[in-house]
Every structure is written in C-alpha cells, then in structure tokens.
C-alpha cells in the first residue's frame, strides 16, 4: 500500500466485520480452488465451504445491523453504501458455493484443468478484495488493489470463454458440457462479484476525497 494512513476513529466493532469478510471470502475462494484439484478425493471441503457461506451471511447481517442499528456509527462509508458493499461481497461467497455445490448436484466425476486454474484467478481476486477492505478500514488508498481486481477480472473473463469453448470444441458429451458450463459461469460470477465489490470501493474512495 502506497501514502501514508490518516489517523481514524471508526468503530472497531465495524472494521472488525470488514477485515473478517475480507477473510472469509479469500477462505471460500480457497476452498473451491483446493475441492476442484482434489476432486473428487476431497469431499469434506464442500461441507467447509457450505459452512463459509453461512458465516458470510452472518457476517453481512451483523454489518447491515450495526450500520441500520446505530446510524451514526463511525463507519468508512455511508450506510446505504456499507449495505450494498455487504451484499456484494455475500454474493462472491454464495457464487463460490455455488460452483463446489454443482460437483455434487451434477455427479462430477473428474475435474478440469480450466476450472482449477479459473479458481485460481478467484483466489487472486479475493485476496486483492481483502486487501481493499484493509485500505478502506484505515484510510489508505486502496486503488493498487483496485486495479488488481480489475486485471484479474478481464482475465478470468477470458479464461472463461476460452473453456467454454473448449467444451465445444472437444466433442465432449452434451450434459458434460452443460454442467461444466454452468459451474465456469458461477466461478465467473463470483470474479465478477469481486469487481464489483471493487467498484463499490471506488465510490466510496472518490466521494471521501482519494
């Protein structure tokens, strides 16, 4: 991080919320990457992410109550602005739960080399969120992290397309290529969660003067 931190009096109670979603989010980014190399050795990390999911809405209820509850709570963002940032950031969750959920749902037999390494950029990605909500919990500028985001963002897009095409190109089984397809959608979706939690970021970062 580049600058130097302003002196703050945020509530910790709502900083404490913050850096623990950033964990949370990096931990289920992880989960997946790590159940999609293992699979299907590993079943016990879908019970792992299942179980993150959950603690990622507790941890986007308790936000949303302590900024509803205390409106006058010291926080790094308006109310209305922490509220959307909370759901943002659940979404990255629930779209990561979502794609360990369709191994299981789908019968996945095998995983594939695409998905592990799309779960890759996830991890980048959520990593770079984490960041984010350190910076924007202490006043540092969080644009390198922003930019991160970003990059990675327009990476896994590609990485994206390009497996989907594969799919077609392979002459694979059509209900193979129908599941594959569903779980690279929902790996993408939660990369595109992280973007956008990155540019609820920026708002938050152009309106307070960064």
């Not at 302003?6 to 949370?24: K, N, Q, R, S, W």
């Not at 602005?81 to 979502?98: H, K, M, N, P, S």
């Not at 960041?131 to 990059?151: K, Q, T, V, Y």
Request: contains cysteine; glycine residues 10%; proline residues 5%.
């Amino acid at each position: 991080m580049t600058g130097t931190p302003l002196t703050t009096d945020y509530d910790p109670h709502v900083i404490g919320l913050l850096e623990a979603f950033g964990a949370e989010v990096q931990r289920a980014a992880v989960l997946v990457r790590d159940l999609l190399g293992a699979h299907p050795e590993r079943p016990e990390l879908a019970g792992e992410l299942k179980a993150c999911e959950h603690e990622g809405d507790r941890i986007a209820h308790d936000l949303i109550h302590a900024l509803g509850a205390h409106p006058d709570v010291r926080a790094p963002f308006a109310p209305g602005d922490g509220l959307r940032l909370a759901t943002a950031l659940d979404d990255i969750v629930d779209f990561t739960e979502q794609a360990a959920d369709m191994l299981g749902l789908y019968g996945v037999e095998a995983s594939m080399e695409q998905a592990i390494a799309l779960a890759g950029v996830l991890v980048g990605a959520t990593g770079q969120v984490a960041g984010a909500l350190r910076a924007l919990g202490s006043d540092w500028d969080p644009a390198p992290f922003l930019a991160e985001i970003h990059r990675l963002e327009d990476e896994g897009d590609r990485m994206s397309r390009a497996a989907v095409a594969s799919l077609f190109a392979d002459g694979i089984d059509p209900m193979v290529v129908i599941r594959w397809k569903d779980i690279f959608d929902a790996l993408e979706a939660a990369i595109d969660a992280c973007e956008h939690v990155a540019h609820l970021v920026e708002g938050v970062r152009l309106r307070r003067g960064r």
